[in-house]
């Protein structure tokens, strides 16, 4: 069996996955084991491995990570938990990079404008689109409530950076082969 963890870095990223989740469209298959059953708020490579491993843990782990950050690392505090730890971890860094809003933007038909403001994406949601909640955890399950208008933003997303050369995964990667 193989065992699966998906970390988040915050609410409109647990919101996405959740979404992903619940409408199975992502490559996780059932006959593998979720951690939680879903996404876990923990950033900390020590914390999720004394949390959900335990020293006695065996086989590998899957660890997907949720994030906008490209320099975060997953690292361990002591040379103790790498030991114990690092071998028994399949790290993936799923980046959301500029930001989750980007996909917001996008179903929005607002991406050029976007790349001509200079601004965070967070910032032209609060600006151009009047969407002051954006980064929350509701608002994203709301805007998104249709799992097909979130499918078809991250699929035009990866089209854009795609175009970029750019060798990161994203949450497109994430997506079972017939979503894409």
Do not use: W
Not at 27 to 34: R, V
């Amino acid at each position: 069996m193989n065992i699966n963890a998906i970390l988040c870095e915050g609410a409109a990223e647990e919101a996405i996955i959740e979404i992903l989740l619940n409408n199975s469209l992502i490559k996780i298959e059932a006959d593998e084991y979720l951690l939680d059953d879903g996404p876990i708020k923990v950033r900390s490579a020590e914390e999720f491995c004394e949390r959900y491993l335990g020293t006695d843990f065996e086989g590998k782990v899957d660890v997907y990570r949720i994030l906008d950050s490209r320099s975060e690392k997953f690292n361990f505090k002591t040379r103790r938990s790498a030991n114990i730890y690092e071998e028994k971890l399949n790290v993936h860094n799923i980046i959301t990079a500029p930001e989750i809003e980007i996909l917001i933007i996008i179903c929005e038909d607002k991406y050029e404008k976007f790349l001509k403001a200079g601004l965070k994406p967070s910032d032209f949601c609060k600006i151009y689109l009047k969407f002051r909640q954006v980064k929350t955890y509701d608002f994203i399950m709301n805007y998104f409530s249709d799992f097909n208008t979130l499918l078809h933003a991250i699929k035009l997303y990866h089209q854009k950076k795609k175009k970029k050369q750019n060798t990161e995964n994203t949450l497109y990667d994430l997506l079972k082969p017939q979503y894409k």
